[in-house]
Structure formats: structure tokens, C-alpha cells
């Protein structure tokens, strides 16, 4: 039987997503070098959690403890997801990795941090909603301290929702009397409670997100539109130049982090929220082949939404000039390091 083409473009994508999708535009794919891409991805994205840490990136400590933990829930889909299961599964489907007491709960924890990331997202949308739209709950809200609550609320809510998935699979095979790969139960397409959860799950993430960054945006880009004029209308012109507003300026590096986020968000997510409602709809099960439309379109939004969790820090490097020079010393320093050992 023909390798499926759909198959081939996922074996490329996904071990060039997992260098290139963190950060920027990292061109070190080889075939060569293909065991060494789960640590090549690791390290680039704990150099962009360090450096968030830091607090040097010229944003509020609230935005930036958003950001840490979106680059943290994305950090452990890229291993969970991309990297042991999606790159492992095509270059090595015999490692341990496989086993099914080992596949599970990576299973579980991909499944967990997917939902954590996403939600992380309408939490740092509604941060900025919050703190653009709603005055006099700014104060209260918009700090480090509610950041930290609400981050560590999402994320507990987030593994709880996802617990029922760990308990979804069974082995697919038993080779030498060990439980090798992880397959949904044989009853999980006909029970009506796994029916239930499966569609409370689809519907929970990512459909509720996706509508609510929308309407949060458009609330948003409207309070902004008004408060512009308003302020422009009360500073007035002189001598025929525009005044620098330093109000409007720190406001709109946050607008264009938010909407580049959220954008990313909807645009790599609308595949496979249209994708799901259509599965619904037509209750679509099975294909009839690798080169079935059907297929490949979820094939598609599998893709996208893995690229989703890598873009957020290629946003931060090309929004934020501060996280680009942390960026650039960060690399600077091993090299200047290994220079002067040199040198000595």
C-alpha cells in the first residue's frame, strides 16, 4: 500500500514544527540530526520562559505572569504532544515511549496542557479587557497577585476536566506480554457517557474560548476607538502637529501584543472548531480512505493547532523590541562566554 501523502507532509511538518515553531525562525531541520530536535526545541523554549521571568521585557508584571504561564502550558504541549507523540510516533514507534502504561498519561498531559494553554489565552484577553474597558475593576483585577490565582485556577480546572481522558484508552497490542500503544476503548464511540464528555469537552475547548476572545475583542476594539477620540478631541492639535500621547503609546503595545495573540489564537483554531462541528453535524466517524477530504482537513487542524502553541513566542520577538534585545543577549552570552575561555 502507498505511503498517504497527508502522512509524508506530517512527517516533515511536525519535527520542523517542533525547531521552527519556537522562536522565530530557528532553520536547523536535518534528518541527520532528527533525535537531537526534542532538545533543540526544549532548550529555545525554556530560554524564552527565563527570559519572562527575568521582568526585563518592558511589560507589567500582571501581563508577564500571563505570559510565563501560556509559555509554560505551551512548553509541555510541545513535548507532550509534538514531540513524543506526533514526531515519536513517526520516527520511532518502537521506543519505550509506546508502552501503554507510559503513553497514557503523556496522552493525559497533552490533552491537559492544551486545555490550560487555551484558556490561559481567554484569561490574558479578559486581563486586557478588563484593564482597557472596566476602570474602576482595574485596580483590583489587573495585578500580579490575581494573575498568579487565576493562572493556578485555570490550570488545576484545566487537568481536572481532562482526568476522564486518561481512562479513554486501552493497548492496542500486546508484544512479548508487554502493553504496547494507547487506542480509545472499544466502547468509546458507542457509550453515551463517553458521548457526553467527548462533547462537553469539544465544546468547553475550543468553541466557548474561541467565541469569547472574539466578542472580548470586538468590546475591546470598540472601548478603544471611543477612548481615542475622546482623547484626541480633549488634547487637541497645535500648530498643526499630533502631541505624543504616552498613555495611548504604552496602550497600544498592549493592544498589539493582545490582538496578535488572540489572533494567532482564532486563526489556527477556526480549522478545527469548524472541523468539530461538522463532525458533530454529520456525526462523521470514519473515512473512506488517506485522500478522503474529510481526513485530511482534521489532519489540517491538527497541524494548526499545534502551531498555535508555537507562535507565541515568534509574537513576543517581533512585538516587543525589549524581549528581542533579552533575546539577543541571551544567545550573546555562551558565545562571549566561550570566547573568552578561548581567548584565555
Given at each position: 500500500?502507498?505511503?498517504?501523502?497527508?502522512?509524508?507532509?506530517?512527517?516533515?511538518?511536525?519535527?520542523a514544527?517542533?525547531?521552527?515553531?519556537?522562536?522565530?525562525?530557528?532553520?536547523?531541520?536535518?534528518?541527520?540530526?532528527?533525535?537531537?530536535?526534542?532538545?533543540?526545541?526544549?532548550?529555545?523554549?525554556?530560554?524564552?520562559?527565563?527570559?519572562?521571568?527575568?521582568?526585563?521585557?518592558?511589560?507589567?508584571?500582571?501581563?508577564?505572569?500571563?505570559?510565563?504561564?501560556?509559555a509554560?502550558?505551551?512548553?509541555?504541549?510541545?513535548?507532550?504532544?509534538?514531540?513524543?507523540?506526533?514526531?515519536?510516533?513517526?520516527?520511532?514507534?518502537?521506543?519505550?515511549?509506546?508502552?501503554?502504561?507510559?503513553?497514557?498519561?503523556?496522552?493525559?498531559?497533552?490533552?491537559?496542557?492544551?486545555?490550560?494553554?487555551?484558556?490561559?489565552?481567554?484569561?490574558?484577553?479578559?486581563?486586557?479587557?478588563?484593564?482597557i474597558?472596566?476602570?474602576?475593576?482595574?485596580?483590583?483585577?489587573?495585578?500580579?497577585?490575581?494573575?498568579?490565582?487565576v493562572?493556578?485556577?485555570?490550570?488545576?480546572?484545566g487537568?481536572?476536566?481532562?482526568?476522564?481522558?486518561?481512562?479513554a484508552?486501552?493497548?492496542?497490542?500486546?508484544?512479548?506480554?508487554?502493553t504496547?500503544?494507547?487506542?480509545?476503548?472499544?466502547?468509546?464511540r458507542?457509550?453515551?457517557?463517553?458521548?457526553?464528555?467527548?462533547?462537553?469537552?469539544?465544546?468547553?475547548?475550543?468553541?466557548?474560548?474561541?467565541?469569547?476572545?472574539?466578542?472580548?475583542?470586538?468590546?475591546?476594539?470598540?472601548?478603544?476607538?471611543?477612548?481615542?477620540?475622546?482623547?484626541?478631541?480633549?488634547?487637541?492639535?497645535?500648530?498643526?502637529?499630533?502631541?505624543?500621547?504616552?498613555?495611548?503609546?504604552?496602550?497600544?503595545?498592549?493592544?498589539?501584543?493582545?490582538?496578535?495573540?488572540?489572533?494567532?489564537?482564532?486563526?489556527?483554531?477556526?480549522?478545527?472548531?469548524?472541523?468539530?462541528?461538522?463532525?458533530?453535524?454529520t456525526?462523521?466517524?470514519?473515512?473512506?480512505s488517506?485522500?478522503?477530504?474529510?481526513?485530511?482537513?482534521?489532519?489540517?487542524?491538527?497541524?494548526?493547532?499545534?502551531?498555535?502553541s508555537?507562535?507565541?513566542?515568534?509574537?513576543?520577538?517581533?512585538?516587543?523590541?525589549?524581549?528581542?534585545?533579552?533575546l539577543?543577549?541571551?544567545?550573546?552570552?555562551?558565545?562571549?562566554?566561550?570566547?573568552?575561555?578561548?581567548?584565555?
Amino acid at each position: 500500500m502507498e505511503y498517504p501523502v497527508i502522512y509524508q507532509i506530517e512527517d516533515i511538518y511536525y519535527p520542523a514544527l517542533a525547531v521552527i515553531g519556537v522562536p522565530g525562525k530557528l532553520r536547523l531541520f536535518c534528518s541527520t540530526i532528527i533525535s537531537l530536535l526534542p532538545f533543540l526545541s526544549l532548550t529555545v523554549n525554556l530560554v524564552a520562559i527565563v527570559i519572562l521571568s527575568r521582568g526585563k521585557c518592558g511589560l507589567s508584571k500582571c501581563i508577564s505572569r500571563y505570559l510565563l504561564g501560556m509559555a509554560a502550558a505551551d512548553l509541555l504541549v510541545v513535548i507532550t504532544d509534538l514531540i513524543l507523540t506526533r514526531v515519536g510516533l513517526s520516527y520511532f514507534p518502537n521506543s519505550f515511549v509506546f508502552i501503554t502504561p507510559v503513553c497514557r498519561p503523556i496522552m493525559f498531559l497533552g490533552s491537559a496542557a492544551t486545555v490550560v494553554s487555551v484558556w490561559l489565552t481567554v484569561a490574558f484577553t479578559f486581563d486586557r479587557f478588563v484593564a482597557i474597558c472596566c476602570e474602576d475593576l482595574k485596580t483590583k483585577y489587573c495585578t500580579e497577585k490575581m494573575a498568579a490565582v487565576v493562572i493556578g485556577t485555570v490550570s488545576v480546572l484545566g487537568c481536572l476536566e481532562t482526568v476522564p481522558w486518561y481512562f479513554a484508552y486501552q493497548p492496542y497490542a500486546i508484544i512479548d506480554n508487554v502493553t504496547r500503544h494507547c487506542i480509545f476503548k472499544l466502547n468509546f464511540r458507542t457509550s453515551p457517557v463517553w458521548a457526553a464528555f467527548e462533547l462537553f469537552h469539544l465544546i468547553l475547548t475550543p468553541c466557548v474560548p474561541f467565541i469569547l476572545i472574539l466578542l472580548l475583542n470586538v468590546m475591546t476594539v470598540r472601548r478603544i476607538l471611543m477612548a481615542s477620540q475622546v482623547r484626541r478631541g480633549l488634547r487637541g492639535r497645535s500648530n498643526g502637529e499630533n502631541h505624543k500621547d504616552p498613555e495611548m503609546e504604552n496602550r497600544k503595545k498592549s493592544i498589539i501584543l493582545l490582538f496578535s495573540i488572540s489572533g494567532s489564537f482564532i486563526l489556527l483554531w477556526v480549522t478545527q472548531v469548524v472541523k468539530n462541528i461538522y463532525r458533530r453535524i454529520t456525526d462523521t466517524r470514519y473515512y473512506n480512505s488517506f485522500t478522503d477530504p474529510r481526513y485530511i482537513t482534521e489532519a489540517t487542524s491538527g497541524m494548526l493547532q499545534l502551531l498555535s502553541s508555537c507562535t507565541n513566542t515568534c509574537i513576543y520577538v517581533l512585538t516587543q523590541a525589549k524581549f528581542r534585545e533579552e533575546l539577543k543577549n541571551a544567545v550573546k552570552y555562551p558565545l562571549n562566554l566561550i570566547a573568552k575561555l578561548v581567548k584565555s
